[in-house]
């Protein structure tokens, strides 16, 4: 049975007196001096099980653990035995009896010892390990190596090693200590790339979010992890630090997209849709910081999503950040050998002795995904449409993980020209530009619609203008919606996709849409549709979650059933409830599907997306908003700005600004429908008397600095054909007077407006 020793180092330079050697992952004290065997009794031989508590599986990581301890009393815990010794003459022998094992196969064991022979001192009942380092599996094995050499070196196991006989699975305990400022925002965590690259920081975080997750009732060792990522600088390395994280904390089995590659939505796709059932994924990690920039000196981003296929609710994502404040160790299998990524097939991994396996499997990115939407869409009808000799398009991925997917849908299933697809080559900088599709840095693509950044209309020449454009961001859930010259809104996209709900199979099929439910600073374009089509409505913060609280009101909570379910952001979000996230080439499938409907008929014009756009305005009236974002403003002085308009809203509430009186003026609050849960302090609102809307935010998902987002919206049920900034001129200018954003970061001009 394991010894625990005690040993006093006088001061932390102090030595031990203890010389170690290591094999096959184990270490043996190979040298005692006289005054440490003097004070402690421990001798040559032992091997080293922990050392202050922490496992070590080499010599040099045992000596490190002893030089790195304070003075004061140091425990080392050993069990086995290394034994050696020459033969005085070729044909002696070692005088022990074994024989083979028949408790498992490949064990040799020693069952008598000759209490004169040269290993006299060895016990008998230990298994014989090693022979001059050669593992012994068979006794004809052992007696060649012992008949051959002249100096016998034997390493001997208790057989409770045999329980431990990982091999390369054996999980190693690193000491760390809590880094500040792991705290998940809306979706998961993100910093610069160089601070998830440094000293144990993927690692702690990985590690807590498997300790929270084992503690909320998972069980990692059933099922599978899934594990991808949008590409960016550093995700091949994170992927195979967390594939071997993943092995020491007990997961089994682990799918892992092609190249390390998987958009956010087809993450959720292949967790809620590949099998077979007793492999089903039971949760994700996905490296991604969305839509900001990549490569070394820009972020990264890891987030955790759980079996249903969506983010992490609260509960989970606050209970991980508890255990970063606390971790004073990760575990990790170090000796795991990487993995293939570039190429689909499985790896097996065993351990030594072939007990346990460990299953990585390489999986298409696009195959999942991309079959759960030809299930969704009419793709023949969309076909007819993109065939049309007056339709054309492109979609833009912005060098983001949707270039392969769109390269599926648009060139492979749906035969057009792989001239359709704009910068679709994933790049880990996104060559260099910023993958947030909006008018501001989507250039090339804005350029080819014939528009500028404030969506206004350029002069083109004699160039033709493609029919209909669409962009990603980095990791694929978000879209942008153009037509030839023209800007379709967020806000819009989502009223005018629930208005034509019923031209989607996926609703149909289903006996149309149920409800929909929009961030709280979204446009309420979408509530006219509700009410006009008697869909149930929500307002929620922002943060997909939850959405998704709502899509399993019925399946989780055995509460009412709002599906099918259609939902959006204003920050080129859209999606239904066939996946837990917002899903940007979803969006773009239902506005071609919208346009096939409108296109039926190919003797007639062509449909645009201006006309289905303006034909919305004309029956429900017009939402004119826009949002303005405050990019990298320094953090405390807008913490300070929104602390002061959270004090003021009461004071606020009746004021009259400018032509504008404010009805209410608070900081939303939202409770769960389905849980119950609360989400405090998600925006301060400025709510006017006519409907029109001032909101504020300060985004949690920057990876340096903050970022404040100013949202306005005015409704006009007639006046639907004014330019969006000039309807809105005035009530910026009063946004701009109640927030004094200047006087708290220095300035008042926007990085983007969308």
Not at 183 to 188: A, Y
Request: hydrophobic share 35%; glycine share 10%; aromatic share 8%.
């Amino acid at each position: 049975m394991p010894v625990t020793w005690i040993i006093t180092k006088p001061s932390q330079s102090a030595k031990v007196g203890l010389s170690f050697r290591s094999q096959y992952k184990r270490v043996w004290i190979s040298k005692v001096s006289g005054r440490a065997a003097k004070r402690t009794n421990i001798v040559a031989g032992l091997r080293v099980l922990e050392v202050n508590g922490v496992s070590a599986h080499t010599s040099s990581q045992v000596c490190q653990i002893i030089a790195e301890a304070p003075a004061g009393q140091l425990k080392i815990t050993t069990g086995g035995q290394h034994h050696s010794n020459s033969k005085k003459s070729s044909d002696e022998k070692a005088g022990f009896a074994i024989s083979q094992w028949e408790g498992k196969k490949g064990y040799v064991v020693i069952t008598r010892v000759n209490p004169t022979g040269m290993f006299h001192d060895i016990p008998s009942g230990y298994f014989l390990w090693s022979i001059n380092g050669n593992r012994i599996k068979t006794v004809p094995q052992a007696l060649s190596l012992m008949r051959k050499k002249k100096t016998l070196k034997l390493l001997l196991a208790l057989p409770e090693d045999l329980e431990n006989d990982l091999g390369v699975l054996e999980p190693m305990k690193v000491k760390t200590s809590p880094i500040d400022g792991q705290k998940p925002g809306t979706s998961g965590l993100r910093k610069k790339t160089k601070v998830f690259m440094g000293d144990n920081y993927l690692e702690n975080f990985v590690q807590s979010a498997f300790d929270a997750i084992v503690e909320n009732g998972t069980d990692v060792s059933e099922g599978t992890l899934l594990i991808g990522g949008d590409g960016r600088y550093f995700n091949k390395e994170a992927t195979q630090t967390i594939i071997k994280m993943a092995v020491a904390n007990g997961v089994k089995r682990i799918w892992v997209g092609e190249n390390g590659l998987m958009s956010t939505p087809a993450i959720s796709a292949t967790i809620r849709e590949r099998g077979p059932r007793w492999q089903k994924a039971f949760g994700a990690f996905i490296l991604t910081a969305s839509h900001n920039p990549g490569g070394p000196n820009e972020d990264f981003g890891i987030k955790y999503n759980c079996e249903n296929g969506g983010p992490a609710p609260d509960k989970l994502t606050n209970a991980i950040y508890k255990k970063t404040t606390k971790i004073k160790s990760y575990q990790i299998c170090k000796d795991f050998p990487p993995i293939e990524l570039s190429k689909c097939g499985e790896t097996t991994v065993k351990s030594f002795d072939g007990n346990k396996e460990v299953c990585v499997e390489v999986i298409s990115s696009t195959d999942n995904h991309v079959k759960l939407l030809k299930s969704i869409f009419d793709f023949s009808s969309i076909k007819t449409l993109l065939d049309r000799e007056d339709f054309s398009m492109v979609y833009d991925a912005m060098h983001g993980v949707n270039g392969p997917y769109a390269k599926k849908i648009f060139v492979e299933e749906l035969g057009q020209p792989e001239a359709v697809c704009l910068n679709c080559t994933p790049k880990d900088d996104f060559n260099g530009g910023h993958a947030d599709p909006n008018l501001t840095y989507a250039k090339e693509l804005v350029k080819t619609m014939g528009l500028d950044r404030k969506g206004m209309k350029i002069d083109t020449g004699e160039k033709e203008v493609p029919s209909f454009g669409a962009a990603a961001d980095g990791d694929g859930d978000r879209n942008m919606i153009l037509g030839s010259q023209f800007f379709v809104s967020p806000s819009d996209s989502l009223a005018v996709i629930a208005a034509h709900a019923n031209v989607i199979s996926f609703f149909k099929s289903q006996g149309g849409l149920k409800a929909v439910a929009r961030s709280m600073p979204t446009s309420g374009a979408v509530d006219l549709v509700a009410k006009d089509l008697n869909f149930d409505l929500f307002e929620t913060p922002t943060g997909w979650k939850y959405f998704g609280n709502l899509m399993d009101s019925k399946s989780i909570f055995k509460g009412k059933d709002y599906t099918p379910f259609i939902c959006g952001e204003e920050s080129f979000g859209t999606g239904s409830d066939h996946v837990r996230e917002k899903d940007g080439l979803w969006a773009v499938l239902a506005w071609l599907s919208i346009l096939a409907a409108e296109n039926t008929d190919s003797s007639k014009p062509l449909v645009t997306v201006e006309d289905v756009m303006k034909k919305h305005w004309s029956k429900y009236g017009r939402n004119y908003y826009c949002r303005w974002d405050f990019e990298g403003v320094d953090k405390a002085s807008a913490e300070k700005m929104m602390d002061k308009m959270r004090s003021d809203t009461e004071a606020n509430t009746g004021k009259e600004v400018g032509k504008y009186k404010i009805a209410t003026a608070d900081d939303f609050t939202y409770v769960d429908p389905v849980d119950g849960s609360v989400a405090k302090q998600q925006g301060i609102r400025f709510l006017m008397e006519d409907g029109s809307r001032i909101i504020f935010r300060l985004s949690g998902t920057a990876g340096s600095g903050a970022t404040v987002r100013m949202y306005i919206e005015q409704y006009e049920p007639e006046q639907i054909d004014m330019v969006a900034s000039e309807a809105l001129d005035e009530l910026v200018k009063v946004a701009l007077d109640l927030c004094k954003i200047k006087s708290y970061v220095g300035t008042d001009e926007p990085t983007v407006i969308t």
